[in-house]
């Protein structure tokens, strides 16, 4: 899971993302496991499931991997283990986030990551089969928009997004940090969360097709395919 610069800066380099190289984040990581949370200006808590995303692909990881084309970007892959599902099922798979202990994670278990936003020049742009949002990651940047254009440019002509939703009908802009639950905070950054409801609306206007969605082990899914002109 990863942050990205807002949709008003595309272009910026990893090393300015500081949210995610926060030490709770990156502790957590070390650790594997938490506490850890997203926290909004006004207290409210979102929980991170530091553990599962630490622990191999699960069930509903797995309906996901299923669906995949190609090859597959996982944007903000976090420790990796998605990427080590995937290039176990025969793709050839690029994670990338901006946590350096999520890449050195990823790369511990064999998978290959970069250490970039989503917003930085990536290798072979417009050429990848699938890309994944998955564990919240439509939020970052704080703006739905902007990251699926972003997605757009990234994906060959026809790729396939496979994002993970809330799993109820939200459509949210906020500003966050990393918490510890300690009052150890990090940075604050911008970011959103999509309902499915809500991540259809704002891909139909940019040509996205809605391919699939599906449910399973109390969390949401959707498939979206690019339009093969832009």
Not at 145 to 162: K, S
Request: glycine residues 12%; contains cysteine; neutral net charge.
């Amino acid at each position: 899971m990863s942050t990205a610069p807002p949709a008003t800066g595309l272009r910026r380099t990893a090393a300015t993302a500081a949210p995610w190289h926060a030490d709770p984040y990156t502790k957590a990581l070390h650790n594997g496991h938490g506490p850890l949370f997203l926290r909004r200006s006004d207290g409210w808590l979102l929980p991170l499931d530091v553990e599962r995303w630490c622990a191999s692909a699960d069930a509903a990881d797995l309906s996901a991997l299923r669906r995949c084309e190609g090859s597959v970007l996982d944007i903000g892959c976090g420790p990796g283990r998605l990427v080590a599902g995937a290039a176990a099922r025969g793709h050839r798979v690029l994670g990338v986030d901006v946590s350096q202990a999520a890449v050195d994670h990823t790369v511990r278990l064999g998978g290959t990551a970069l250490l970039r936003s989503v917003f930085d020049a990536l290798p072979g742009e417009g050429r990848w089969g699938t890309a994944l949002l998955i564990d919240g990651n439509v939020g970052i940047g704080g703006d739905p928009a902007a990251l699926l254009t972003r997605v757009a440019q990234l994906l060959a002509p026809g790729g396939l997004l496979i994002a993970e939703t809330a799993p109820m009908d939200v459509d949210e802009r906020v500003e966050v940090h990393v918490d510890d639950g300690h009052g150890t905070p990090g940075e604050p950054f911008p970011w959103a969360r999509l309902g499915t409801p809500a991540l259809l609306r704002h891909a139909r206007p940019s040509g996205w097709k809605r391919m699939d969605q599906w449910a399973t082990e109390g969390r949401s899914f959707l498939a979206l395919r690019r339009a093969r002109r832009t």
